[in-house]
């Protein structure tokens, strides 16, 4: 694979064949140019990432598959792990530190990568993910963002942005930033339930949560915010003073969506209708 720098054109990777998901954790296995993953619905698909970017689109057949380009790719291994849950990718870096040690564990256990991430070379992910598998991605410094996935959806990023563009379930919205970053939700204007489709959004810091929200579907919030809420009048909330704000919008009786948002110490809730 040749080297090119991130803010060069996108390499284009070849495909290789991994074998599927294990009952039982086996050992990582390096993919040197990307990977087709066989992973049915209702399993899980783990990133776990250290600098960069991720994006997660919609798999045109029953396998997950992952392109991705490193900035520097001597500096950093994409490594799999089959669990009983799915597959776990990392992002490993090597450690000159023998006390520190980096590997891909799933979770969120082992180290990635030692020293400052802000140091660590940027690897950015594309993947195409089945209906019906879950979604889990971390990253400690980067962007994580999420296009017609059907699973449950659980995304952080420690500094970076997250979105998420809801497919309208079944499963359920879980994403979060840190002290920096924001997260912008766009829910989709038909749910496939049968069940409640429950979003959770939050921030810890100054990061703004802003929702896109149909005015078709009916959506109970609890929104716990220190800034006043920015809502569109189209929805018609009276209530916009923190801290904390309850309340329904689009049809009455009709509840498909349960919002619950966290905007932290200094952060602002928004919303304004999908188009």
Request: hydrophobic letters at 40%; proline letters at 7%.
């Amino acid at each position: 694979m040749t080297h090119a720098r991130w803010w060069g054109s996108l390499l284009l990777v070849m495909f290789v064949q991994t074998s599927g998901p294990a009952t039982a954790q086996t050992p990582a296995t390096e993919i040197t140019t990307g990977a087709n993953i066989p992973l049915a619905a209702g399993a899980t698909l783990e990133l776990r990432a250290v600098n960069g970017e991720a994006s997660f689109l919609k798999a045109p057949g029953d396998q997950v598959v992952v392109e991705f380009a490193r900035a520097v790719p001597a500096d950093v291994r994409i490594v799999t792990l089959a669990t009983a849950q799915g597959v776990t990718i990392c992002t490993v870096y090597a450690s000159s530190d023998p006390k520190k040690p980096t590997e891909c564990l799933p979770d969120g256990k082992g180290r990635l990568a030692a020293g400052k991430i802000k140091d660590q070379s940027r690897v950015q992910f594309r993947i195409r993910v089945p209906p019906g598998v879950h979604v889990k991605a971390t990253i400690d410094q980067g962007d994580l963002k999420c296009i017609g996935i059907t699973g449950n959806l659980q995304f952080y990023s420690n500094n970076g942005y997250v979105l998420v563009h809801d497919a309208g379930g079944p499963g359920t919205i879980d994403a979060g930033t840190g002290l920096l970053g924001d997260v912008d939700a766009v829910i989709a204007k038909e749910q496939n339930g049968p069940g409640l489709r429950r979003v959770r959004l939050r921030t810890i810091g100054s990061g703004r949560v802003r929702v896109a929200m149909p005015t078709t579907v009916g959506a109970g919030f609890n929104v716990s915010t220190q800034r006043a809420a920015a809502i569109d009048p189209v929805f018609r909330v009276e209530k916009l003073t923190p801290p904390l704000l309850n309340g329904h919008v689009g049809p009455a009786g009709d509840t498909q969506v349960q919002l619950d948002v966290d905007t932290g110490i200094a952060g602002q809730f928004v919303m304004l209708p999908a188009k």
